[in-house]
């Protein structure tokens, strides 16, 4: 018996279904951000990668490339306007060359010297006008490129008590929040993301999920929340939180990444594989659950990976990352759920416990591999990355900055 | 020219009325609980205290000794089956004679060993029905006592992943929250607790202000939010999310107490005065404010202490934290908020951080001893508890209880 | 090929040798602490459980079923005076007579009511003496036992800024500490155990392992430190930690849990089983390390769990944080040292990443179910323990004590 | 009765000395580092200010207003290769000539692009050697300049579990300190820095005032341990950490800065200002200790700012920092050390807190700007600044830098 037969009969006589784990899987999509594959660092510097992709053309050659190899990564987020270009239906147009398409739109509210003090919350009426057109460019994007999802992050917040009004600034940030549902197109979505702090030190603007999805809740039917892994304090379980906007409508979408204390951006998974599997088991039940209403929503989320490869390759790191969003689902979806149920419902703790964790403890990796290779993949895709030539290729046509400075490059 | 003076001046100096501040200073009311007058501890035992109170008698002594000294503490709220007895309109009598009120019930739901997996959010139908026939039992007890709050706390949650499911749980509560909500008379509010962690470990059920939030929202007018300072994450700005449950008209009222790292129950601005500080900052400004809903909605605020005093004496401890909120009320309605305002809107991050500071750095001390004198108390009430011998008078009365208890059997 | 084979195969591939892994497994000794059996809670309650252990007899014969189930749970903590006996000489039988052996001696200085304000560090001196008086009186317990581990933990710190002095205190800890370390047979240790917080508040006199290992260095080498997976701040690397004590030859021992936020106590590996395992592979390289001291000293690590089963059966929990502890080792020892270290010293980031998780990744349970086979046990603890009938029947002869107790008078 | 003669009135009825005081506090060195008078940033980007400082030269005019002004600000940190000049006894004559000095010298261990994975605990022994020759040079700076104190942070640590080898680093930084130590004229002094996370997030080589403190211990008298406000877990008490390393005659050193979640270097007291008190009071107990050499170790210990202020103007924020730090040590030097010491041995918990927050509450002011009128100061530096004249000035001279950039300009 093959590795691959003696896990599918492990999972199947827990009366799970091989066949139906694999379609599920092989549907999944993690969308890789065109960020990833450029240079990135902390305020202390940035350290450069030969061949880091400094365009969004060689950011699209990239995470074609990272699709190529994992067959579940068809999609690039943009950031506006670190990847602008003149004409955006050029680039989808060089996406889908390549195989893949634009995911969401991702607005710059930080980087201009006019966003000292904020963007949508700036104590100055102009700033937050300008803030507001910018956000407008985006949307006129999406429309050029078919993306579906505005992906809203703000800066925005204070260093210092006093230093600005907090009601004041949460009604401008939802009289802005107005206008950009009014000017968003019925088939695309706000995706509102909070961040629990920095760059602002004092107060974020929109620090946790309740302040984001009260304003989406608000806001309406395009108006969602998107969590990002390291957008939390120490302690939380996000997972729950994961779970309560399901059951609300209202989960738009993740930025995954992973941290130790702060927003690490580290690779997905890494530093806690098992919060990533806890969260993915909350989104498998969603989808198998018989609540219709769920169930489509829960079929309606933007997967994002959100990660800065600070001192590793760029490349390798998100096909890292995309693979351990697949062991995670892979493993949610081996979970023994009508045991589990019968376990809580009895109050047996321990027992449902054990349920859950069984799922974890099993090896997929022969799993994984076949579902690659029947998406038409290579069964190891960092050693495909490898035999592939392609990093030594872009490192020699695309050299290596020598921008030091901190942040991005 | 006298402390009180040189400090009025410069009160003054600033374009501020001292007659209004004391005037507001006198309408303060800080609501104290009976169980802060009992002995209490933590899992590893509990240290009793000699004249501890141990009966709600007792405890309504106490209470109206705290009133007596400080002049603003006019109401006790009450545990229940802590402090239950036969005929409620008897301790309503009992605490109307000895000039205060009773305030808050705060129904019990987590020593019965039924609670083991949970109250509202119990898997068995049968356990949350009973916790939620105490519940109305306690709603009763509002009725007859002519109470205004029914405060809500949960101890609900899992210690295992796995353990139970999030969705159900939630679904649980909201079914009953609907119950509570009808059951409540028109002219009383349900105050609904949040807890980060504790005594649930793995996950709380109502951990966030945000869930809180979103249940008392769609609840209707009668539910709102009620913040306890110690049941927040670590970096968690507290103050900002007191400003923004203002602004929704959701803040019910406050839990304060003071904590150094998990929900340590201490005395309120012990280890962090300027966080009490920053948060009647906001109440200030609400209350202040010429947005008249929120002006009436911060006036309807309850505010509460919810403390242990482990390893101090309980009247002297209580009657510091009533004084320590005072100080930080008094400080806020010391802001020069006009100037705060100014310097807001130019943009000028340290002259608005310097304002609010300046507030924060006068000694208002002379200030609050000449408050309580119009009020008819001694301006120093420690001083005056401490005389009065009747710390000596209960030890000797109570006596001092054996009993250890503790988490451990 | 059967699961196990395949496994194995998977293992020797990396230049492993699977019987030296087995060996090593076979070798394994993990305590269980006697407070693990009885019912034990938090400040809000305690749930009792059908058949906890009462007394030290009943918990000696728990740990011997723990024993008896996994083969790797040869001896017991004891904690005095819960486990206070006449004659210690009759427990040190009982408990060969079933198999084990009596492990650490575990002091109580936090309970007793003279203890309100500290044991060691106590500003009375009385006080101060009483509590060095009991450490004396535990190491006759070790002499009539056989234990070689004295295991002390302090609840000593305070609640309130200026409530006492730091520095004094300290010195009070050494003063009592060189005379415990005088007391102690050469062949015996003093194993200091720190702690974040809990139940002192605002401050805790040993707060983090450089304290306690301030101490044990100027004392001598019967001195070593205590870890406590539980007893750190957010965002700590314990493993980080746990390596440099190990290279400074002051590793004395763990205890083993694991928490979300503060000190849970629950099951060790059940919040993040990945943190276990990183712990594991620090002690792995160590034992096999060709420096001989260190590897020496790796060998000599006392590895007690410290938990507390407040919702959930306890012989089965305690079961498996054995099997989790057993779990992590066996990854550990499966990590290709030789390719880690290789890709480490090239620098290559994520190469060095990915060798130390195909480890983690790996399905070890075909391999431990071997192990238990071998060392005459059965395959599946859990199913053993159920299958024996020992849970009924305690329950039946013990009952379910109707104390509940917690922190509230 | 002026508002200085109430206030000292009232310092002296808990009999002590207002001279004495004033004589402390004329005595108070703060040492502001040469990086806080240039623009600074974030990953996100750097906002940048008319005027801040783009050389050493500015940053010493810059330093030596703030001196001017405050009276206490008489040396100013120096990093290098940021503060890099040709001949460095240039620079010493320019400060002295403006009336200060050069304080500390800060090798850069993290900006070059070598420094990707370590500097003294890089895998690579070349680079480990080049980070060791940059240290050698900075030695040789301060032999030029005239500064006492080495002031060595790290930014060594590693992203990836298993990237590399936690032990190995620490002998690496071990062999690294041991040849410092000998280079170092015995009239210098080494200050260790540790620091919990940032830009290193999954492990930091130094991360805890332990590892830094048995670096130190090991290493003999010339070497220290520097304590940053900023570089701590949640929930750490500082307080406690200073007065530990005090006693051991290890404390070296202080970064002052303050924070709200990480290392978010925000002007100190800002976040807490109670906790910067609490600081003093330990220092200011060692001062006065009767303990001499406790007293002398007290005497010797660099204070220093170490603060980015990213948003505001760099030398108002530097007086007001300065401000603060002189307001916590007047605070604390206002405890009644005698009254306070005799509540603490008789237990008297509530009694002893309140001794101290007694300083805390009292507002100092007028005795600082008595100190300061005493020192030939304006008694308002702020003011003083404004009226200079000296902002405009530089904001023309120099103008505003457009760089953006993450990180440092």
């Not at 990668?49 to 999609?75: C, Q, R």
């Not at 997972?239 to 990444?257: A, P, R």
Request: charged residues 25%.
């Amino acid at each position: 018996m093959s590795a691959y037969e003696v896990i599918a009969r492990q999972i199947e006589a827990k009366g799970l279904n091989i066949d139906k784990i694999k379609d599920a899987l092989k549907a999944q999509h993690i969308e890789t951000p065109s960020w990833a594959y450029a240079n990135s660092g902390t305020r202390f510097g940035t350290f450069t990668w030969p061949g880091a992709a400094s365009n969004i053309y060689e950011k699209i050659a990239d995470a074609a490339m990272v699709h190529k190899v994992t067959g579940l990564a068809p999609s690039i987020a943009i950031h506006i306007p670190w990847d602008k270009v003149e004409d955006y239906t050029e680039i989808k147009a060089y996406a889908e060359d390549l195989g893949i398409s634009i995911g969401a739109v991702n607005p710059n509210l930080f980087q201009e010297q006019e966003y000292r003090l904020g963007s949508l919350a700036h104590p100055d009426a102009d700033i937050r006008e300008q803030a507001l057109e910018h956000i407008f460019d985006c949307i006129e994007v999406m429309k050029e490129t078919g993306s579906k999802d505005l992906s809203l992050w703000f800066a925005d917040g204070t260093n210092y008590a006093g230093q600005d009004d907090f009601r004041k600034r949460k009604r401008y940030f939802f009289e802005a929040f107005e206008k950009i549902y009014q000017a968003l197109p019925d088939d695309k979505r706000m995706l509102i993301e909070y961040k629990f702090f920095e760059p602002s030190f004092y107060h974020t603007d929109l620090p946790d999920w309740g302040m984001a999805y009260s304003f989406a809740s608000k806001l309406g039917p395009k108006a969602e929340v998107l969590v990002d892994m390291g957008h939390h304090a120490q302690g939380v379980n996000i997972e729950h939180i994961v779970s309560f906007l399901l059951d609300e409508g209202k989960l738009g979408g993740f930025h995954f990444n992973n941290r130790k204390y702060a927003d690490d951006d580290l690779i997905v998974a890494t530093v806690n594989p098992f919060e990533l599997f806890s969260v993915y088991h909350e989104l498998v039940k969603a989808e198998q659950s018989e609540d219709e209403v769920l169930q489509r929503h829960a079929k309606n989320i933007a997967y994002m990976l959100d990660q800065n490869h600070n001192i590793e390759g760029k490349i390798g790191a998100v096909i890292q990352s995309v693979i351990n969003c697949q062991t995670a689902y892979a493993k949610a979806l081996c979970v023994d759920q009508k045991t589990l149920e019968q376990h809580q419902q009895e109050g047996n703790v321990l027992a449902a416990h054990q349920t859950l964790m069984d799922a974890y403890e099993t090896d997929l990796r022969p799993i994984l591999a076949r579902v690659r290779k029947e998406l038409g993949r290579d069964p190891d895709p960092i050693k495909a990355l490898k035999e592939s030539g392609y990093e030594e290729k872009i490192a020699n046509e695309r050299g290596t900055a020598d921008a030091s400075g901190g942040g991005f490059a």
